[in-house]
């Protein structure tokens, strides 16, 4: 654009009020004409404020582009979680137009973050009596994904028509339904209630390679399992809520580690995953008939999508990591061991992959679920232990 010429300019300053505000602002905007020059021309009050308010309604167009500009840096950094997201639709400070053409995130996650709905379903208490089978018991810390760990196991097993549940549990087959529903839609399950009634089980019948063995899936709230860790005097009974680890039933007990919990630093002011692994085991020994009917205890490493990169076998590096990071916890384990004879495993576990700030399930992993199942079948189908021959960790069930 040419500039304009000396006389064009007092032409225009002349007519200064004549010519439209936003033509004024243009001509300013683009050097042809200062501010202070159209007011020494006589500029009215009423254009000087359109110009004002013109200027602001920029300022906070281009602030607003900046924010947006951020927002989306940030989601595509993976640092904005998908409640967040969704509150920045529901307030309209995005748009699902600025979303698609910005950021990472299609049409296809786009509708799930819209439809993103995250409701708290307590786990409901189960006090009967375990059905006759094998128990299985999962303790672990708040936040460590036993909640996860166990919905992934129920829905793999209902993809796959390996499980039919036995009504007697129906309150914990109700919960179960929720967990998997919402791990389908990519929401993680919330942390369970720390109360003795969020002791929750499932019975259900594993149908696997023609065999069909009964299974009683008992969770402890994280919460609660470090509060009967810590004070077992006040929380009496508490890990052997309902009497389920008293019974007579085989066991196999899942200590679920939380490999991100601990290589991102854990809560210094409460105890350490190791210290209410040690407290427990050491409260598991009141039970007579606790460890002595254990057929095998499992360390799982949970959350093993965080493992380094370029990790070939990640069973192996969970054995090597709980060995060298919970060796205390490892000594007691091989102690134990040595006394009642049950057979120990470790083993990686993911519920898979996820997006936005690890809080949305975009995949969901098969093959860790898968193992686990059938681990647990050869081991509910085993009759009598082996003796322990000095090998501590066992690579597969047969041993």
Excluded at 265 to 288: K, P, R, V, W
Excluded at 353 to 362: E, G, I, Y
């Amino acid at each position: 654009m040419s500039k304009l010429t000396a006389i064009q300019k007092e032409a225009l300053l002349r007519g200064i009020n004549k010519i439209p505000t936003h033509l004024i602002k243009k001509k300013i905007d683009n050097d042809e004409l200062t501010l202070e020059e159209c007011i020494e021309h006589g500029l009215e009050a009423s254009k000087l404020k359109e110009l004002d308010s013109m200027k602001m309604q920029e300022q906070e167009e281009q602030k607003k582009m900046a924010e947006d500009k951020e927002f989306y840096n940030r989601i595509n950094n993976d640092e904005v979680i998908i409640q967040e997201i969704q509150r920045a639709l529901n307030d309209g400070r995005v748009t699902e137009e600025g979303l698609l053409n910005n950021t990472e995130i299609n049409e296809e996650l786009l509708k799930k973050i819209i439809g993103y709905s995250k409701k708290f379903f307590p786990s409901e208490n189960n006090d009967v009596p375990l059905a006759d089978g094998t128990d299985i018991f999962f303790f672990g810390k708040s936040k460590s994904g036993k909640s996860c760990v166990l919905a992934s196991i129920f829905n793999y097993a209902e993809k796959n028509g390996i499980f039919i549940h036995n009504p007697v549990s129906i309150k914990g087959i109700n919960y179960i339904n929720v967990l998997v529903r919402e791990l389908e839609n990519g929401i993680l399950p919330d942390r369970t209630e720390a109360t003795k009634d969020a002791v929750t089980y499932i019975t259900t019948d594993l149908h696997l390679d023609g065999e069909i063995n009964p299974l009683n899936f008992v969770e402890m709230s994280g919460e609660f399992f470090s509060k009967a860790a810590e004070n077992p005097d006040e929380w009496s009974d508490s890990i052997d809520a309902h009497g389920y680890l008293s019974n007579s039933n085989k066991k196999l007990l899942f200590f679920v580690v939380d490999y991100q919990m601990y290589t991102e630093g854990e809560d210094t002011l409460n105890a350490t995953q190791s210290q209410d692994f040690n407290l427990i085991l050491s409260q598991l020994d009141q039970y007579e008939k606790a460890l002595k009917n254990t057929n095998c205890i499992y360390i799982i490493v949970n959350k093993s999508d965080k493992f380094p990169k370029d990790i070939i076998d990640k069973d192996q590096f969970a054995k090597d990591f709980f060995i060298k990071n919970f060796k205390s916890v490892y000594v007691n384990l091989k102690s134990k061991q040595e006394k009642y004879k049950f057979q120990l495993r470790s083993l990686h576990f993911s519920v898979g992959n996820f997006v936005l700030n690890n809080s949305f399930l975009k995949e969901i992993n098969s093959e860790c679920p898968k193992k686990l199942i059938d681990s647990i079948s050869k081991q509910s189908r085993r009759k009598a232990k082996k003796s322990w021959i000095g090998k501590v960790f066992s690579d597969n069930d047969d041993e």
